[in-house]
């Protein structure tokens, strides 16, 4: 089996060192609530954290890597860490939005059995805020009545979208996102070039990780190519079939990015003309309202991801309704 290494990102040290120092203090609590700033590598975080908490040498943030529980947990052959996170469809092949019940299940059933080694028991959920209201219900008993020496961590990136219930039985951990200069100066520690960097941070709007995510995928390339057919698309010279289906070479998540920015860049430029001694106000007012009502509608439309023909056909719906606005007078 591969070997996995921790990932220790610079701004999540303070959660670790705060997490080591409970754990050498007898203090950690049975359930923990890890508030991350970014959506991007939430299971290198899970596996980190718990690799940690889990070593026998630990030493200022660093797991001793030696330690049997290092080896195995390197190895992904801890037994008393699992982990619950979105799995794909064994028909379709595409990610569940949810976590099941029955994981949850699974889960509960693990964390009841008794402990293999003279260790923690760790059980990890991510994303959290996945777990639909059935699933949390299920967990929410586990957590009232914890076993011993049992740390269940749960992992969001939305944290407001986790029930309350749940929440108040979980002491909260916040991983702050990192400084601007904090962020490019781990992306150049990536090999990425200054000014690359920074253009794909701001395109990730602060959030390193997905930076290098959008990197790795060219999305400075992509907005450029797609700028441009956009500009030919709303001239009438090219069709929203072929605008979208230059889109789906794309992964979903990037392309849902792509035009949720485009129609940013709309609303923004609409809601700026809004002097009413201008001629047109009245018609810049519509055409802003219609944009906003169109950005929220596009972010529902575009999570449709079963199949590819229903995503190409969301997309240009969406597109064809942007030309409309953009093209249509109202007055
Ligand atoms: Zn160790």
């Not at 994303?127 to 011993?148: F, H, I, Q, V, W």
């Not at 810049?284 to 056909?313: I, P, S, T, Y």
Request: hydrophobic residues 40%.
């Amino acid at each position: 089996m591969e070997q996995r290494n921790p990932s220790l990102l610079p701004w999540q040290g303070d959660v670790l060192q705060h997490a080591l120092q409970l754990r050498n203090e007898q203090l950690l609590p049975h359930a923990v609530l890890v508030d991350t700033c970014s959506d991007h590598g939430i299971d290198d975080l899970a596996h980190t954290l718990s690799m940690l908490l889990l070593c026998d040498n630990p030493e200022n943030r660093s797991v001793c890597g030696v330690c049997e529980a290092c080896r195995m947990m390197s190895a992904g052959t801890y037994a008393d860490y699992s982990m619950v996170t979105l799995e794909h469809d064994s028909k379709t092949k595409k990610l569940n939005r949810n976590i099941k019940i029955e994981q949850i299940r699974n889960l509960i059933h693990e964390v009841s059995l008794t402990r293999r080694y003279d260790r923690l028991k760790i059980a990890a959920v991510y994303p959290a805020e996945s777990m639909n209201k059935s699933s949390a219900n299920a967990l929410l008993k586990t957590l009232e009545e914890p076993a011993p020496r049992v740390l269940i961590l749960l992992l969001t990136h939305n944290r407001g979208r986790i029930p309350v219930t749940l929440r108040s039985r979980c002491q909260t951990w916040t991983i702050k996102p990192p400084s601007s200069s904090l962020s490019l100066e781990w992306l150049s520690n990536q090999g990425i070039d200054a000014a690359t960097a920074a253009r794909h941070l701001q395109f990730a709007a602060g959030d390193p990780l997905l930076a290098l995510h959008l990197q790795q995928q060219d999305y400075a390339s992509l907005v450029e190519k797609f700028k441009s057919r956009l500009a030919t698309f709303l001239r009438g010279g090219l069709s929203a079939s072929e605008l979208s289906k230059g889109l789906l070479s794309s992964e979903a998540a990037i392309t849902r990015r792509l035009i949720e920015m485009t129609l940013n860049a709309y609303c923004y430029q609409a809601s700026g003309t809004d002097s009413d001694a201008n001629e047109g106000a009245g018609e810049d007012r519509g055409r802003a309202m219609r944009l906003l009502d169109l950005r929220q509608r596009a972010q529902l439309q575009l999570q449709v991801e079963e199949n590819n023909l229903d995503f190409q056909l969301q997309l240009e719906d969406v597109l064809i309704s942007l030309r409309q606005i953009l093209t249509r007078r109202l007055i």
